[in-house]
Nanobody, 122 residues
Framework: VQLQASGGGLVQAGGSLTLSCAAS????????MGWYRQAPGKQRELVAE???????TYADSVRGRFTMSRDNTRNTAQLRMNSLKPEDTGVYYC?????????????????WGKGTQVTVSS
């Protein structure tokens, strides 16, 4: 399974960016798909995640500004980021909890994409 992320960049505070992630490979079902970020000197943290049941979790710091969406038929996800702040700066990682079928047995695994840099200038 591969996750291909795109959409990072440099933006001024108050601006917007959209991150996209596409999953490919041996995928039976994606149970959850979302984004984490890691700021310099800090641990990786959850930004937003959407389950296959359409339940969305947002970090308190982004709720109301960021919107997560998924296309289950295409195994893609997007994170629309509005009203960006300098503290949103970091490397953003796409994450997917993927179910694969091997010899008729389901297996769950976490998968991560390569990070994409988001820099918000003040």
């Amino acid at each position: 399974v591969q996750l291909q992320a795109s959409g990072g960049g440099l933006v001024q505070a108050g601006g917007s960016l959209t991150l996209s992630c596409a999953a490919s490979g041996n995928i039976f079902r994606i149970k959850a798909m979302g984004w984490y970020r890691q700021a310099p000197g800090k641990q990786r943290e959850l930004v937003a995640e959407l389950t296959s049941g359409s339940s969305t979790t947002y970090a308190d710091s982004v709720r109301g500004r960021f919107t997560m969406s998924r296309d289950n038929t295409r195994n893609t996800a997007q994170l629309r980021m509005n009203s960006l702040k300098p503290e949103d700066t970091g490397v953003y990682y796409c994450h997917a909890l993927v179910v694969t079928m091997t010899d008729y047995f389901p297996k769950e695994m976490d998968h991560w994409g390569k990070g994409t840099q988001v820099t918000v200038s003040s």
